[in-house]
Nanobody
Framework: QVQLVESGGGLVQAGGSLRLSCAASGRTFRTYRMGWFRQAPGKEREIVAAIRWSGGSTSYADSVKGRFTISRDNAKNTVTLQMNSLKPEDTAVYYC??????????????????WGQGTQVTVSS
């Protein structure tokens, strides 16, 4: 069992930056794929970024490539999403998630069994 707690959301102007953190419990965290997803009102939950257990392989949604960076620290059981050059369309609730099995594509929401409570990110124009 893994528990995930996000922090770092808030209100920022367009062009600004935010850093989201996800603290995970559980000794097997380091073996899990980790992802950040987001969901805007009236829209489906979508992948933002994902990272494999070693941290050596990452994946990003096209809409955030070059602006967002995902990283993990297995010693501290944390995953971070650095978000730069934020746009109003980045406004959403952001969720941290863990994939313990790796059966699906790393970008597939169905592979993620554990979810945090979400943190709101609002980007004003």
């Amino acid at each position: 069992q893994v528990q995930l707690v996000e922090s770092g959301g808030g209100l920022v102007q367009a062009g600004g930056s935010l850093r989201l953190s996800c603290a995970a419990s559980g000794r097997t965290f380091r073996t899990y794929r980790m992802g950040w997803f987001r969901q805007a009102p009236g829209k489906e939950r979508e992948i933002v970024a994902a990272i494999r257990w070693s941290g050596g392989s990452t994946s990003y949604a096209d809409s955030v490539k070059g602006r967002f960076t995902i990283s993990r620290d297995n010693a501290k059981n944390t995953v971070t999403l650095q978000m730069n050059s934020l746009k109003p369309e980045d406004t959403a609730v952001y969720y941290c998630a863990a994939d313990p099995r790796g059966y699906y594509s790393i970008n597939n929401v169905n592979g993620y069994d554990y979810w945090g409570q979400g943190t709101q990110v609002t980007v004003s124009s």
